[in-house]
């Protein structure tokens, strides 16, 4: 199967900075998509992006198939920011979704 | 609706005994899948659904059944439960494999 690299692992912001999280993928991948899993331990789907640019408010993600790599900007972070970020997809093998190992962001106040 | 609804919240068992984690889902999605997750080592599939009757193991079956007998519900199996059970479990499901996956939130099982 596909393997899911995230970078950076771990990642402290102060309020009001920007930060770009990278997935990189080591074979062609559909379903890409991005969730951010809160202190709470609650998984929310960010985005579902196979390919192209989406934004939603202060986030947003851009995914270049043809290179096996997505990235998720944050602007202007806020403490609520904080949690683990996860980028996953499929390599051809529909419906076998694979995570990375994700991004741990703190933002502090 | 309620989205993806998993029970219990939490668990704890003996080594050995056997219980079922329940899954079900209002969204008339297609697609349901379960995974576990471990400290440092993100979210692992355990088996899907890609509709009701069909399943299919992802990356660690091993020690878990499932099955899909209609489309809301997508219960999985401890058959013999271990310490390195220990983990939480998520469900999810989607309309399709290609769609947004929506998670429930969370079976937290302890195995002693």
């Known amino acids: 199967g596909i393997q899911v690299e995230q970078s950076p692992p771990d990642l402290i912001l102060q309020e009001g900075a920007n930060s770009t999280l990278r997935c990189n993928f080591s074979?062609?991948?559909?379903?890409l998509q991005w969730f951010h899993q809160n202190p709470w331990g609650q998984l929310i789907n960010l985005f579902y992006?196979?390919?192209g640019t989406k934004q939603n408010g202060r986030l947003s993600a851009t995914t270049v198939a043809t290179e096996r790599y997505s990235l998720l900007y944050i602007s202007s972070s806020q403490t609520t920011d904080s949690g683990v970020y996860f980028c996953?997809?499929?390599?051809?093998?529909?419906?076998?979704?694979?995570f990375g190992k994700g991004t741990k962001l703190s933002v502090k106040p | 609706n309620a989205g993806v609804t998993q029970t219990p919240k939490f668990q704890v068992l003996k080594t050995g005994q056997s219980m079922t984690l329940q899954c079900a889902q209002d969204?008339?999605?297609?697609?349901m899948s379960w995974y576990r997750q471990d400290p440092g080592m993100g979210l692992r599939l355990i088996h899907y659904?890609?509709?009701?009757?069909?399943?299919d193991q992802g990356e660690v079956p091993n020690g878990y059944n499932v099955s899909r007998s209609t489309t809301e519900d997508f219960p999985l199996r401890l058959l013999s439960a271990a310490p390195s059970q220990t983990s939480v479990y998520f469900c999810?499901?989607?309309?399709?494999?290609?769609?947004?996956?929506?998670f429930g939130n969370g079976t937290r099982l302890t195995v002693t």
């Open positions: 999810a499901s989607s309309y399709g494999y290609n769609s947004p996956l929506h």
């Open positions: 074979d062609s991948v559909n379903n």
């Open positions: 992006i196979p390919s």
């Open positions: 996953a997809g499929d390599g051809g093998s529909q419906g076998n979704l694979i």
């Open positions: 969204m008339n999605h297609e697609y």
């Open positions: 659904s890609v509709g009701a009757g069909i399943t």
